[in-house]
C-alpha cells in the first residue's frame, strides 16, 4: 500500500495541463477586469470614432 501512496505523490503526468488551465483562467479574468474598468471610455472612443466617419447632415 505504501509503495501505491509513493507512486501517486510523485505522479505529476497532469501537471502541466493544471498549470495552462490555471494561466488561462488568469487571463481570462485580467481581461475581463481590464474591459469592466475600461469599457465605458472604450465605448464613448467608438462612439467619437463613428461620428467621425459617418457625420450626420445638418439637414437630419
Same mark, same amino acid.
Given at each position: ?11 505529476? %503526468? ?8 490555471? $494561466? ?5 479574468? /485580467?481581461?475581463? =477586469?481590464?474591459? !469592466?474598468?475600461?469599457? !465605458?471610455?472604450? %465605448? /464613448?472612443?467608438?462612439?467619437? $470614432? %463613428? =461620428?467621425? $466617419?459617418?457625420?450626420?447632415? /445638418?439637414? !437630419?
Amino acid at each position: 500500500m505504501k509503495h501505491y501512496l509513493v507512486r501517486f505523490i510523485k505522479n505529476d %503526468s497532469g501537471a502541466t495541463a493544471i498549470e495552462y488551465g490555471l $494561466i488561462a483562467g488568469i487571463v481570462s479574468v /485580467a481581461i475581463i =477586469a481590464a474591459f !469592466g474598468l475600461f469599457g !465605458g471610455d472604450l %465605448s /464613448a472612443l467608438f462612439e467619437v $470614432i %463613428s =461620428a467621425e $466617419i459617418n457625420p450626420k447632415d /445638418a439637414d !437630419g
